[in-house]
């Protein structure tokens, strides 16, 4: 084994196999075949090239050997070249005078990463929806399960699981969106060596007809055609890039957040995890959220994966020196994570498991002080910002918990203090009982609504 | 001046003052008080606090300082918890009440900071549509001007500058239509302390009556109200992100274009040099493309700066632990270079010199060896592949030009070669004469066309 | 204040003005002048001007305005240029001939940003020294100060605080040699126009005096001399960011753990907070780890900033399109992170709160589940590996806790498991009374020695 | 070939693969191996276990099938979890008992991790050494090739070839002195579970006797041992990852400037293409710079791979969620481009082609005005700095080459400028003679001397 350049996944224990066969580099050899199968195909369907031309990508990708086009790939910076090489000998004789016809190196890459890239995109998608399915039923299930609502790592005030769940699928939500969206308007490259078609359109017969082309060979992709070639403008590879870090970025919060809420102390969640998950190699007791970890660890990848890209704005000329290059590896790596980090967040979401006891348990530890910012609201409505800020205060550093502190302070205050509207609404505050909270139930219902939107 | 850490732009020549001071501390500041103000008038308009607690901004700013103001920040980590200090005592008694009511800070330096972008995204697309104009007219003008394609660094094959320009164009565009589509969707946030707005909904009298004052306040702030708050959910600032690295790498990319095809050797454009630019401190007979060379520059700072916003989706719980602090400082560095490259892409553009006469003359450098590709076309036509690469690859080593090499091989091969239509073709082939080149006008036509679909 | 572009540090509230001021724009600017000073003074040196050419940098600043220079180092691209010009007017006469001479802009930028980074560097190493005393001290004090072990956010098996601050200060001595002898090894740049030192060279009159005029030059401003000018060979620069980066991203860690282990339902450690320190806008009860916080976020802004610099490597020519300028506010702002990061760390740890009673009984949480590893060594000892994980397993999964759950089923076992030397051992190892754990003794130890010899 | 995980380096035509052989899956599968066997062996070493426990690497390796483990690596989150459950079967029964003893996953793929690196870095640094051979060869030759130096785009003043030479020489022996030192210190990782060895010190028969077996366990290992564990000290690996991305850099910086000089309208350099090498698909008069620009996109990857791992300093608890994950993938790949860049390069200077002619050429392009600066300086001595900047921008802009038009002002001004001696120094001046410039003898002299002291 050793001495190969094989890389199978050792490193990667994120993505599966299947989902990394996507973009692995048979996809990308086979997708590169599938886009000079539609260059011929296309000419075919200006009729240029006479019918039986046609010919299917797998006839082409017959004799085609991916270790030796890796290797020869080298000559010429890039595998087009050796495959073009590779299939002349391949291509039956009707089709051998189309094939790469009036295309370049770049045309058949950028092509055959888009195909590749729209599959890839589409496979997320889907396990994206599975996310927001999984998370529409956490959101409303847990609606008014009362947690602790925390900033700066501090326990802050209440809230419910069921917001918490509502702000991931917010997220997630608009993270498919941009996906979804971008994945639509990848575009097919053929514009020729330097961007002017001139080839294309001496053997269309004519620009427009070169045009024609274009759009024939774009819609045999199932990509869209774009007048501009984009050989210099890489616009869409940024958009896509950013929207798979947003989509990675945003399954990685869910996963620190799960990680981070199953920590011993907290417990208030934890990964439903299967037979064999989660283990350690050396203590027996453990029961890792692996999901959550490798969602983060996605998620701390790719942001400098999407700097690479959006470096490669700068493409000087007609084809750059190394932008283009740079930016092959770096896409596949955001699509490989992004297949991961989907499928795990789906995995991990579908069988989530929620301890609401735990969650009340924690919500109690500081004896009603989550409820100070609340009570100050009331007391201040009641008494004044500047008397209710002094209560407040009197009953945070009172030795008492503060929900024993303040309806005692009120009690033994002046007669204005036990004004029993006041201190019914002070009790009602100071509650830790299932329920909405604020405006939770409005923006839960408010998510939901939005995925249903966007089904 | 020596003690002080005010920056005054000194190691920032591309932005200018103007545009800086959209996104500097003041600016900041002013809009936090706006904020404060609009939350005020929130209250009024739902009619829980009487009309005359309405206060206008510029009465809250009165007596803040903003030296003050970012010393203390330090304290709380953020520079609203003493901005709120301050304005406690600058608040007129009637709107006492309802300063910062049921809001935590990071509603307010979260607003804030969406109404510094909106400004300061207006501006740069102010500057952007003045790109645009230019490029229209560079391409439209020089539309049949011939020019050297060129790829991996060599020259390639025939082009025209229109279509650079068109190219060029075709990406600010796509930067344009991202930037405003995004600058559409900034959002107001208000979402209180832990994102549930408890406190607000006590203050506005019931959720349905806080869900409208979080309408009204984004409507007096002029952005987008979302129902749900996005403390934790960071998809808008990466995508601001995103689409200021696309406007300030595609505007890069133009500096880059620019500074290579004014190198001494090529100079086939040159920046319109105001008096008093491009000089240098030693040398005076330079004159250096400072525009193109700050805009490359601003466009290698902006993938880090993108990469420090992606790496923030990882924001845990209802307010992280420094992902969201990394945000603030990144996201008004990346606003600062897009103005500042905006304008300056605007001066290029609109100043740029071509010299079509340097065009000619470096396309001509190689003997018309740049028609190898299109003459191969011709030639397979007329003989087939074979045949045409082999005496491609004779006219290509011999010592001749291959202008003169391949008509020569042409009249002195067999009758088969003689062929008066293939010679017609040739020589039509072989020429760098004005005029379109391949697809270019309908490229360029549709290019031109989006800019106005756009406008 | 609005409508100009002065930065005061209002989004910065980790670095202090003081410190912000080592690296401000006026702090650029003296070292600009600092540097035309010194070359001057070289001159002198050499003997080639004559003594009273001699001038201070006080007096060559006299009239310099920094707002003008900023305004003005657009036109050329850089701030040298109008200093230059804005110097020939406060030159006296005797001096006026040397300024500048030979000098070209980069010269004289990449000088004084040495100049500024190794001040910078000076006062960032002084505050980390303050850490690693206060580590040293924490280290020390808590060596046998029983804490869970936890990783991939779930209790794993004991250790001690002391271990924890002593892994801290081994990273903080790494960081600060790293910085150290980087700061060390900071060059003057002084090469000329196209790094030959041609003019350098004729005012020098000669060559090797033109190199020794370099050598008095570095001298005078503290920096190493460098035959080899590196206007293109950006290593040094790359190396100060990866130290600064590294430094900050360690006190980062600090900062993290910190935030982490001060969680609500953990406790174990806090911020020393002063009077005003940790509040919140909104809650009054809230205590929040300030700087912690800040701290955190600083490491999230490093390695974008990082990756711009090493991009710059790619600089070409004598003097790049970008890659240069690109740097500047880069470095300053690694520079100014780093100065704040390191203030803030030292504060930290000097008065951080440690709660060995949270320790102890978050520690006890799990019911002994913390010493299954142990627990299995000691009965493979005795039992062979099989029936050791079995036993464990069943111990583990009882409904007991394991504490008591393993004593328990080694005493109902056969003749073989009562062995008293293995329950005495299993004895002592279920135990989280203070005391060394491991190696614990040996790693503290080692790291305060290394401290001891790096100091 | 579809539907498979397997890459083979299609998209990755920079790194043979030999050299991606050293760092492939299979690489690392090995290394694993061998860390356990080094544990096994050390503890023979320390006299606990048996001699006849000591067990070769490819014994254990076996039945281990890298398919196996990459594919059940998910279920831990870790390859070493399977490997040590298959590794159970494969180890002989003397051994057995001492397999993963006190080890716990992250020592097993930290010590893996730096066993490859340290190969890895010592292919890279005979490549490097290979690189600076040519380097010194061709500053040698070329010291007094006069060449025209370029900064921000224009030609600027002469330098010579070999000074560039010598600076690319100079700044890849300091990258090379980065990575040595760096790989010199690549430590064994060995500190059990929660890095306090507890298990090693029982299994060991106490802390003294495990430190022992770590130093055993090193020195099998051929990595430095170091007291500290480093589970969440990250420091060496951020350092390696800048040693590489600095060696990267540099080299990338060589392939942008062989780009550069290699353009059609240029040439002065070009890469000595083997046959078959810098092909197009498309044009057949091709012949591109195919290892710079495989270089220049190298260079473009390392920024955001390093941000990386930079962000991973952020390493919370004893084994951080995500942190440690995000690092193998990335500096896999920085080790794998640092491979493939240094052959390149290597190969790239070790057959550059130099052509004198084109750099003469180009030089005088601008009829001398390159001397403008230098001529400055000697007019400036002989009259005066106001006076000569006259002259110089009256020769500059005159109609007439300012080599033909500053000569022709002096003869025809004055007496004063009909000074012999001035006359003589500009005509000395004037010249693009082959010869050393300025300072770049002493330069080129100390750049190879460094080189022969760090050989």
């Known amino acids: ?15 599966t196999s299947a989902a990394a066969a996507l973009v692995g580099d048979a996809a990308y050899l086979s997708a590169m075949i599938e886009v000079e199968a539609a260059l011929i195909g ?10 039986d ?7 082409l ?14 000559g010429g910076g890039n595998p087009v070249i050796p495959l073009v090489a590779a299939l002349r000998s391949s291509t039956p004789e009707a089709s051998a005078p189309w094939l790469h016809r009036g295309a370049t190196s770049q045309d058949i890459l950028d092509s055959a990463a888009m195909l590749v890239a729209s599959r890839a995109a589409a496979a997320i998608s889907v396990d994206l929806r599975g996310v927001v399915r999984a998370l529409i039923e956490l959101a409303d299930e847990h609606r008014h399960t009362p947690m602790a609502g925390r900033t700066l790592s501090q326990q802050a005030a209440p809230t419910t699981f069921g917001l918490r769940a509502a702000s991931w699928l917010d997220a997630v939500l608009s993270a498919q969106l941009d996906l979804d969206t971008t994945a639509w308007r990848l575009p097919a490259q053929l514009a020729g060596s330097v961007g002017t078609g001139t080839v294309l359109a001496d053997a269309a017969r004519g620009p427009e007809q070169a045009e024609q082309l274009r759009m024939e ?19 869409i590879i940024v958009e896509l890039g950013s929207a798979l870090a947003l989509a990675v970025g945003t399954l990685g919060r869910i996963g620190l957040d799960v990680a981070l809420l199953s920590r011993t102390e907290i417990g208030e969640l934890s990964e439903g995890l ?25 998620a701390r990848r790719t942001p400098g994966l999407l700097g ?13 020196v190394g932008a283009w290059h740079a930016e092959w590896p770096t896409l596949r790596e955001l699509l490989r994570i992004g297949l991961g980090a989907a499928a795990a967040a789906r995995a991990l979401t579908e069988n989530l498991l929620v301890d609401a006891t735990r969650m009340r348990e924690n919500l109690e530890l500081t004896g009603g002080a989550l409820h100070a910012e609340r009570a100050t609201e009331i007391l201040t409505r009641h008494l004044g910002r500047a008397r209710a800020g002094k209560l407040i205060k009197q009953a945070l550093d009172s030795d008492d918990d503060f929900q024993v502190a303040l309806p005692a ?23 830790f009982e299932p329920g909405p909270v604020g405006l939770s139930d409005i923006i839960i219902d408010a998510s939901i609504a939005r995925a249903g939107a966007l089904a």
Request: charged content about 20%.
């Open 409 to 431: 302070l009120l009690a033994s205050g002046g007669p204005e203090l036990a004004d029993p509207e006041l201190a019914d609404a002070v009790r009602a505050a100071l509650t």
């Open 1 to 15: 084994m050793s001495g190969t350049r094989v890389d199978l996944g050792l490193l990667d224990p994120l993505t």
């Open 217 to 235: 060979f774009a819609e045999r992709l199932g990509l869209v055609h774009r007048t501009a070639g984009w050989h210099t403008d890489r616009t």
């Open 61 to 74: 990708a017959a004799d085609v050997d991916l270790g030796a086009i890796a290797l020869a790939a080298r």
């Open 53 to 59: 031309a046609e010919v299917d990508a797998d006839v």
């Open 42 to 51: 296309a000419f075919v369907d200006i009729e240029v090239a006479p019918a």
């Open 308 to 320: 690479t890209l959006a470096g490669s704005l700068l493409a000087e000329d007609d084809r750059p």
């Open 274 to 298: 299967a037979a064999g998950e989660g283990g350690s190699s050396a203590m027996p007791q453990k029961r890792n959220p692996v999901a959550s970890v490798l969602l983060s660890a996605a």
